[in-house]
């Protein structure tokens, strides 16, 4: 009996009890993209497992210096890698998810990935000679070069081809044979006893050339044409924008040992190189979900991309924040696994947390600015990005060495994030043809505005109570929180709706495990489940009130019988406890257990005469039938009609009829009924058909045209059966005595007290 806004449909979810709960979960079947992410995930974990032991046999085979040498000869290489293939690769996945052929173009791709790694590698080789050939020797330099920028590319195209069809399990798989290699590389230097940079490299080159061609020997499609109807210019030409970005993002992750190990030598690359790549394992899952939603990302954008666009960004900045927090915590181990000379690894790492929040946001705006058609944005907030970082890496590396490398890398990535995101919300939502103010504030206000079921809840009229300290003393620290929340929203910004209130609540609900709470409120005590947010419902009406309290205090005062059908926390059965004299009668039913037993300890301490608490539904027949429980409010808790599709994520409950539960000893009384059951009533009313005829009580009533339609009702049908009971006015409980007749029943959600023809006249 609330003012709670139209809505399509509750949010069902299964019943808490255990044997229920692990039903449904058995019965659960993950979507496309779920798969899709746990693949990448799971091979993502390969891949940390992979750098992980490569990492601790390399930095044990080569020390520090040796292993600064590598990751800043590395990083270069990677970072040049970036333009083998010109960005064909992620045009092929675009051309792919929008219903162009596969085969041919993954011919053309391949042939650009080779013809362009060729002429990268004669082009970085000299330079990489140049820049780091009196730290390197000249052999290794082009081992490397030779693996990173012209042979390990050449998987590539595979990859981008299992993307395109959504396979991700086997994209991943070949995304992490280069590790493979690397790892199989540092394995046989410490099996044979090397342990110089040389011999690494020699190795590397001939593992990644082994399995490279091994599994472009086997995943080589053996049917289809291949021939492309793109050129390889023209593959190239389309490609190009998304090799920018790219070629970007690894030099603002790479390039930094590079000009670190140039700047403050091999000794100070080592430990910064090992943490850095422990911080880039930590946000390898992001990296999986990115892959395996941006398939459905380059589609056309419409409310489903807008939902998974949202569940992304919360999933991303919730593992972003237990990923840093774990790092933290686990940074002492570093220099047990790496060895004596990385024992500055430790503080690096702690400086390092902040960046696996920015590059995991990082990672998934870029995402969005690839997908959305914005790459020519993304491309000059990279370079844009790039540039910060090494201007700042150049100034700062001199003066503080390694720490200025990571203060460097978190500027780039906040510069990305931030120009990132305005872009996207300048094409979105800040079209030419809107008006761009309006526009602005819808976005704003879908974004924090929770809008499901038990919405009405958080407004500043539900909420007016939290300005009583006396209430809010009594709380847990939980709660206390909340409502602190709220004062200071109310003072500040004052809007009609609690923006966040829904998740502020829900987040704070850790200290409210077993919700069940004592409260004294305006003197009376009341049992309140805090785990619902219902009652904080429950706590305006006993505290502060409102038409409908009123009214049910007024009623009370001269009534022998109150009868509560749809008690919820039991708010309204205590209210009318209060004004019913000593000799009256309360029944109070409601079918969920937690809330009856709610009501009766209320009962127990405030009500001297008669009263009993039913654990029953109240339907026109006795049975069981299936109850939906929101968790997010459960006074919106609904039976499910007999032909529901959704039977199986119910609560089961027994339901009986009014007439069988009041018994024969009902005699004829001043009674009054407030009915509150999500569309039930009519059920409800002509399973008590009897009660009705003989005391005629004064009927409280929600009308809700749409709980109604669940059953096959309308509200004209409800008029029909309360014309048989005897009912001939009604009116708004706001105005309880301007009676109007039952054939303008109001076809609207309202709260509504109706009287029989006897008492109204």
């Known amino acids: ?40 995930s799971t091979w993502n974990l390969v891949r940390v497992a992979l750098q992980a032991l490569n990492l601790m046999v390399l930095t044990r085979i080569l020390g520090a210096e040796g292993y600064g040498s590598l990751a800043g000869s590395v990083a270069l290489f990677m970072t040049c890698g970036q333009f083998t293939g010109l960005g064909s690769g992620v045009a092929f996945v675009r051309h792919g998810v929008r219903g162009g052929e596969l085969c041919g173009r993954l011919a053309a791709t391949e042939r650009a990935y080779l013809l362009s790694g060729l002429l990268l590698f004669a082009l970085v080789w000299p330079f990489s000679v140049v820049l780091l050939g009196a730290i390197v020797p ?53 099996w044979f006893g090397l342990h110089d940079v040389s011999s690494f490299a020699q190795l590397y080159v001939a593992w990644i050339i082994v399995i490279t061609g091994i599994t472009l020997y086997v995943a080589w499609p053996r049917r289809g044409d291949l021939k492309s109807s793109s050129s390889i210019s023209d593959t190239l030409r389309e490609g190009l924008p998304y090799a920018v970005s790219s070629v970007a993002l690894t030099a603002g992750n790479e390039l930094d040992k590079t000009i670190l190990l140039r700047l403050a030598g091999d000794a100070a690359t080592g430990p910064y190189a090992a943490a850095y790549r422990i911080v880039m394992a930590a946000t390898l899952p992001v990296n999986g979900l990115v892959l395996a939603a941006a398939p459905r990302l380059f589609r056309i954008a419409d409310v489903r991309t807008d939902r998974l666009i949202s569940v992304m960004l919360t999933a991303v900045f919730v593992y972003a924040l237990v990923a840093a927090s774990l790092l933290w915590l686990l940074a002492p181990l570093a220099p047990w696994l790496f060895g004596k000379g990385f024992a500055h690894v430790q503080p690096l790492l702690h400086w390092m947390c902040p960046i696996v929040i920015t590059s995991c ?24 990005g790039v540039c910060i970082s090494f201007l700042l890496l150049v100034l700062l590396i001199p003066q503080w060495g390694a720490y200025g490398a990571i203060i460097a890398v978190a500027c780039g990535d906040l510069w990305v994030i931030s120009l990132g995101t305005t872009c996207i919300m300048l094409k979105r939502f800040l079209r030419p043809s809107a008006n761009r103010i309006s526009a602005l504030k819808k976005f704003l206000r879908r974004l924090v505005e929770y809008r499901g079921t ?21 709380f847990n620290l939980g709660m206390r929180l909340f409502c602190h929340y709220v004062r200071l929203y109310n003072r500040y910004v004052g809007t009609k709706t609690i923006i966040f209130g829904h998740g502020v609540y829900k987040f ?31 706590i305006q009406e006993l505290s502060q009130g409102s038409t409908l309290s009123s009214l049910i205090e007024t009623l009370s005062v001269n009534a022998d019988l109150f009868i509560d059908v749809g008690a919820n926390q039991g708010a309204f ?24 037993e709610c009501i009766e300890r209320t009962l127990q301490e405030t009500r001297q005469g008669k009263w009993r608490v039913l654990q029953v539904a109240v339907a026109d027949n006795a049975t069981t039938m299936k109850m939906v429980v929101p968790d997010e409010n459960l006074g919106e808790a609904h039976l499910l009609p007999a032909n529901s599709a959704n039977m199986a994520a119910a609560l089961t409950t027994p339901v009986a009829m009014l007439d069988e539960l009041l018994g024969t000893t009902v005699a004829e009384c001043r009674a009054v009924v407030k009915m509150d059951i999500e569309g039930a009533e009519i059920a409800a009313l002509r399973g008590g058909r009897r009660f009705f005829n003989l005391c005629k009580p004064t009927l409280i009533m929600e009308i809700n045209p ?8 309308s509200v004209a049908d409800l008029a029909q059966v309360l014309s048989e009971l005897g009912y001939r006015f009604w009116s708004y409980c706001s105005e309880p005595y301007k009676y109007e007749p039952l054939e303008r029943l109001p076809e609207c959600y309202c709260d509504i007290v109706l009287y029989a023809a006897k008492a109204a006249e």
Not at 15 to 37: D, E, M
Not at 155 to 166: D, G, I, W
Not at 454 to 474: F, H, K, P
């Open 1 to 40: 009996m609330h003012n709670k806004a139209p809505r399509n449909g509750p949010r069902l979810r299964p019943t808490v009890l255990p044997k229920r709960f692990l039903a449904s979960l058995a019965r659960w079947r993950p979507g496309r993209i779920a798969r899709n992410t746990a693949h990448a």
């Open 138 to 190: 000249l052999g290794a330099l082009a081992c490397l070069a030779a693996a990173e920028v012209l042979i390990a590319p050449a998987l590539q195209p595979l990859v981008y081809r299992y993307m395109a069809e959504e396979r991700i399990f086997l994209s991943s798989t070949i995304g992490t044979l280069a590790p493979v290699s690397r790892l199989a590389a540092a394995v046989f230097a410490l």
């Open 361 to 384: 946001l990082r990672q998934f705006v870029t995402a969005l600015l690839t997908t959305g058609d914005l790459q020519k944005s993304r491309n000059l907030i990279e370079i844009g």
């Open 454 to 474: 038990g919405n009405w809840i958080y407004t500043e009229r539900v909420l007016a109570w939290t300005s009583e300290q006396a209430i809010v003393d009594q």
């Open 508 to 538: 704070l609900q850790f200290w409210n495990r077993g919700g069940v709470a004592r409260l004294i409120i305006r003197g009376h005590p009341a049992w309140l489940d805090l785990e619902d947010p219902g009652a904080l419902y429950a």
């Open 573 to 596: 059965t205590a209210i009318a406890s209060r004004r019913l004299h000593a000799a009256a009668e309360i029944i109070a039913i409601e079918p969920q257990p937690k809330l009856a």
């Open 706 to 713: 749409i709980a109604l339609g669940r059953y096959g009702h």
